[in-house]
């Protein structure tokens, strides 16, 4: 049970946490922060937080736990402004898609506080935006990734891990140069190349026609280029090296199978696409779901 | 009302659209050919189709209307098999997802009598195969291209259009080459690219980590690689040029994007995501639903 919650940003994550942990009884009061008074009075309106505060200070200094859901680009910023005003008790986590970058800049913000910081990354979100998109289940039977760091305190790695678990996760740990070579091929190169193929089309000669003969596939394919520009551009620039790695990698695969359908090796494309389309198949009953 | 009609491929496609017509009172009886006697007595349970025959000769001999519900690949062998057995008055379409190679194959394979063959492509599908999986109302309100050719009567138009108008669809018609280069980018671009991911993530060290981390992106951009690898392979030969051309231009526009990423510049990466999602958030009402 979490006395005094102080989330950082009501977006989707961040209000879709104050929702699961409320529905649960596993939290006190909600503070609120945030850059947009619209967004935090909708959020108040929407019962998502107890209330807000306009001053930073405010908002942490009574906190048991701090989430900080902003976009990976923000957390610096946010982090130099927390350090002089964090309680001695707080535990603090995040809950951005890269880890190495964060956990650096928490590390030179926190100083000797980094042992209550807790970095964290749930597997989980849709391609809206904004605290109207939240819901108390987003997190239900998701993944939650944290990667705590040698100074990391038990007793607080312990504590997010049973807000997450409150909030109906599954948390496993990592090490964060894991998380972001891993999460680069699971979640960040699929969003490349959705973005990539959605610009495609939108610069195609055919793009109107293109557009009118997109069925389930394309749609399907492309259903998180909706996801929110300035979150991805500052994941590509934070994960940089990961996410570039395994692009390369893509292309060159991608070289290959262009040379084969050139080529009309159809024996390669049988073989390559039975195995893809093998370990796909598995993945359904990971989902539970047919597709 | 078609009297008469006969499939030739009772699978996901030819079992659709067999339940859709008799739903929709459009047909009398339906012969059911194919290769797979097991797949051919599992359509009669199911009561898709009315008979099977053995024979191609006897199955289109009285048959108004002949169905190719086949693998692209498989079109060549079929209209060589059907021109000798074909009456007079039957009309010929086919539901190939490649449109020039097949009209190529029913000119040679037809001669006089291709102006009764109708050239089509239900822009419809599930990553499922097999007359298990078909559905009466898979082709509701899913647009269907016809590529009639100068020689094509268009009285047999006019009867292939009324099909699938019966069977709830859109019926549109494109030039055989337009509908090739337009449906390699909507359709056979995709499905590359998600056989490509699959198979990236087959071959990566950290497999079995990355399965364990994706999430809906995940699932979602790789749904389509649980399609049918022959139909797939299939489409690759039959439409190699329009294909590779447009597999050429997504890897350039994906180096542009990589060297975006590796020079960390954040302007180009913003700029490029927010005409894509702009696009893809238009494609929703199209679609009807979120995402």
Redesign the interface.
Known sequence: MIEKLTIIGIGLIGGSLARALRDAGYVGEVTGYGRSVGNLQQAVELGVIDRVEVSLADAVRNADMIVLALPVGCMGEILEQLAPVLADHAVVTDVGSVKASVVAAARAALKARFAHFVPGHP??????SGVAASQADLFRQ??V?LTPESETDPAALDAVRAMWEAAGAQV?T?SAA?HD???A???H??????????????R?D?HR??????????????????????M??DI??AN?DA??A??????D???A??A???K?D?EW??E??????H??????K??GI??
Chains 1, 2 share one sequence.
Request: charged share 25%.
């Open positions: 597997l989980a979100g849709t391609e809206q998701r993944r990734i496993a990592l894991d070579r891993i999460l091929a699971s979640s190169l699929p969003h490349m190349l959705a973005y990539n193929l959605m610009d495609l089309v939108v195609h055919d026609a293109i557009l009118e003969c997109a069925a389930t596939g394309f749609r399907d394919t492309t259903r998180i280029a909706g996801g929110d520009p300035v991805w551009r590509c620039l940089r996410l570039a395994v692009l390369r990698q893509y292309k695969d991608l070289e199978l262009t084969a359908i050139e009309g159809g494309l049988l390559t696409f039975t195995r893809a389309k370990t796909r198949d598995t993945l359904n990971k989902f047919q597709g």
